[in-house]
């Protein structure tokens, strides 16, 4: 059974940075690109990074390219985002989720999320 | 970017009526569409992907259909657990982008 558990979110200030982690289990996570997806209180989904199962290759959409960084430790089953220069439009619930395979860029499991709220 | 418009935004129907959702592209994207759902307080959950596949464990009065820039999810009888959101997705480009969302809401 996948299970995907975000954490690290937590209130920051503008400027501020943040690391959020995911942890997987349930499933050969070395084998499974991943990504990150957010969504501000009551809107709607973004997409905000994806990385390979080797960790080759990384993408992000333009909007967040140099702020934000993905990455992973497949011998720790773990996923994380770093987030800098967080601005009041960065706040969100940040999903965790596991890319379907092969590599399908459809998102098929998902964390519950964890709560960023930037604010002074 | 591609840009997905769900529509309509709001849709109020009652248990065991039939549900038609409508998610448009502003350009092609081949049949590399997805459509999710999600209730309140929790994450979404993938119903279909490539347009029509239904996902592992997708109830079979869900349907998706589309290709290019028009795609419809259906819902052929609605039960009651299936009142809440819905969003699609596309990959044919890079960036990964959703549509803003389908409510349906109990009338």
């Known amino acids: 059974q996948v299970h995907l558990v975000e954490s690290g979110g937590g209130l920051v200030k503008p400027g501020g940075s943040l690391r959020l982690s995911c942890a997987a289990s349930g499933f050969a996570f070395s084998d499974y690109y991943m990504g990150w997806i957010r969504q501000a209180p009551g809107k709607g989904l973004e997409w905000t990074s994806y990385?390979?199962?080797?960790?080759?290759?990384?993408n992000y959409p333009d909007s967040l390219k140099g702020r934000f960084t993905i990455s992973r430790d497949n011998a720790k089953n773990s996923l994380y985002l770093e987030m800098n220069s967080l601005r009041p439009d960065d706040t969100a619930v940040y999903y965790c989720?596991?890319?379907?395979?092969?590599?399908?860029?459809?998102?098929?499991?998902w964390g519950q999320g964890t709560l960023v709220t930037v604010s002074s | 970017e591609i840009v997905l418009t769900q529509s309509p935004a709001t849709l109020s129907l009652s248990p065991g009526e039939r549900a038609t959702l409508s998610c448009r592209a502003s350009?092609?994207?081949?049949?590399?569409l997805a459509w999710y759902q999600q209730k309140p307080g929790q994450a979404p959950r993938l119903l279909f992907f490539?347009?029509?596949s239904r996902a592992t464990g997708i109830p079979a009065r869900f349907s998706g259909s589309g290709s290019g820039t028009d795609f419809t999810l259906t819902i052929s009888s609605l039960e009651p657990e299936d009142f809440a959101v819905y969003y699609c997705?596309?990959?044919?480009?890079?960036?990964?982008?959703f549509g803003g969302g389908t409510k349906v809401e109990i009338k």
């Open positions: 350009q092609s994207v081949g049949n590399f």
């Open positions: 990385i390979s199962s080797g960790r080759q290759n990384t």
């Open positions: 490539d347009g029509t």
């Open positions: 989720a596991r890319v379907r395979w092969p590599n399908s860029y459809y998102f098929d499991s």
């Open positions: 997705q596309q990959r044919n480009k890079w960036p990964l982008t």
